[in-house]
């Protein structure tokens, strides 16, 4: 159980930039300004950045609380 929850939140960063990529290309309104291919490029390298260093941080937190049993 715990594997399949880390499997899905691991491509959340994914998920949120092509939300922002099917709104452009189906010219719908975003709350991405400028709501351009390089931004849409740019909030992706963002978010996948964020995610990493919360799977690193998390992966190195549990190890750690599992080693203090």
Same mark, same amino acid.
């Given at each position: ?6 499997? %899905? ?6 998920? #949120?930039?092509?939300? %922002?990529?099917? =709104? =452009?290309?189906? &010219?719908?309104? &975003? !709350?991405? %300004?400028?709501? !351009?291919? !390089?931004?849409?490029?740019?909030? !992706? ?11 690193? #941080? ?7 609380? =599992?080693?203090?049993?």
């Amino acid at each position: 159980m715990e594997m399949a929850r880390f499997n %899905h939140y691991r491509l959340m960063w994914l998920w #949120l930039s092509m939300a %922002h990529v099917v =709104k =452009k290309v189906l &010219d719908l309104p &975003d !709350t991405l %300004h400028p709501n !351009t291919y !390089t931004s849409i490029l740019m909030y !992706t390298a963002f978010i996948f950045a964020v995610s990493a260093i919360g799977l690193l #941080l998390g992966v190195s937190v549990n190890k750690i609380v =599992k080693s203090a049993r």
